[in-house]
């Protein structure tokens, strides 16, 4: 098998993935950052590239924000507060 039979199996097996991942759950498709119709609790706010290794995440989860550093070893939580505008409980 050549180079192009090889790819074209990756390919069929990527285009079998999405299909079924469509099948299970069409309506949990959405956009990074982006709430989905129906409310979904977690929100990527916004992500900063400090090396290609590196970077930070802010993430919001119901009433929370949470500041997440990722590096090569995994992630680390920075930091965990009430968000702006919510009722800190």
Do not use: Y
């Not at 979904?40 to 550093?69: I, M, N």
């Amino acid at each position: 098998m050549g180079p192009f039979g090889q790819l074209g199996v990756v390919l069929f097996i990527l285009g079998l993935v999405v299909a079924l991942r469509l099948a299970i759950a069409p309506g949990r498709w959405r956009r990074l950052g982006k709430r989905a119709p129906g409310g979904s609790c977690l929100e990527t706010v916004d992500r900063v590239h400090l090396t290609p290794q590196h970077s930070l995440h802010l993430v919001r989860f119901r009433d929370r924000g949470l500041l997440v550093a990722v590096h090569q070893r995994g992630c680390t939580l920075l930091d965990n507060f009430a968000w702006p505008g919510e009722v800190a409980r």
